[in-house]
């Protein structure tokens, strides 16, 4: 296991679509965080599991939005009826078990969304 | 409400110089600071940490320095090398982990 995977890298749809993207932490981090990223700003906290548990969202996780981590391993994020505003860098990071301030959290390389 | 903030968008050395990257945070209950650096394209990658019963933590060319009182912390990067060419962030958490990150710094390290 080389690291923190997502899938797609890039997604372009319309607005009003649905997308949904992918995450695969390093194995055996049972901790799982997802992040918005924009243009010229650093990322922005949006949820976190522990293991299958969704314990924190972000109030910028609106209801369009919804994660899943069915298993305990990977996870989803769906962005229903998607608006341009919703353009930007999705990222994926996982850290390992320990104290839960303590851990440095390893990150994917994205995925970037373009809303038409 | 920007809970923690880097004020400089941009830094540009000389190879061989030392670099000096700054963040400022508002919020006294955070307890563990980070940085990270980011390619394009890339996500980001861990650097250093610093816990905040500490107020120096070095790696290598990368040391970390963290005034409480002031809510301030710093990475040293000596001697900087065009390949720290990045955007760097700095980050900050508390309780459940999740990370508040700075706006970032763009460090050009000029040959």
């Known amino acids: 296991d080389t690291g923190v995977s997502q899938d797609p890298r890039h997604k372009i749809t319309k607005r009003g679509q649905n997308v949904t993207f992918r995450c695969d932490p390093i194995s055996e981090h049972n901790r799982l965080y997802w992040y918005r990223q924009t243009l010229g700003q650093g990322p922005e906290f949006l949820t976190y599991?522990?293991?299958?548990?969704?314990?924190?969202k972000s109030r910028l996780l609106s209801d369009r939005f919804s994660a899943e981590r069915p298993k305990g391993s990977f996870s989803t994020l769906e962005i229903q009826r998607t608006e341009q505003g919703d353009s930007a860098m999705y990222l994926c990071?996982?850290?390992?078990?320990?104290?839960?301030?303590?851990?440095?959290?390893?990150f994917g390389p994205g995925t970037r969304l373009t809303v038409l | 409400d920007q809970q923690v903030k880097q004020n400089s968008p941009s830094l540009s050395v000389q190879e061989g110089r030392i670099s000096i990257l700054n963040c400022d945070y508002t919020?006294?209950?955070?307890?563990?600071f980070l940085w990270y650096k980011k390619y394009p394209a890339e996500g980001p990658t861990f650097l250093i940490s610093i816990s905040s019963i500490k107020d120096k933590n070095e790696d290598g060319r990368f040391t970390v320095f963290l005034n409480k009182s002031a809510k301030h912390l710093s990475l040293h990067i000596v001697p900087s090398q065009p390949g720290d060419s990045a955007v760097y962030f700095c980050?900050?958490?508390?309780?459940?982990?999740?990370?508040?990150f700075g706006q970032g710094t763009t460090l050009q390290v000029k040959p």
């Open positions: 919020n006294s209950m955070f307890d563990y």
């Open positions: 599991f522990q293991n299958e548990a969704q314990l924190e």
């Open positions: 980050a900050a958490s508390q309780d459940t982990g999740k990370l508040i």
């Open positions: 990071a996982s850290s390992p078990r320990g104290p839960s301030s303590y851990n440095e959290q390893f």
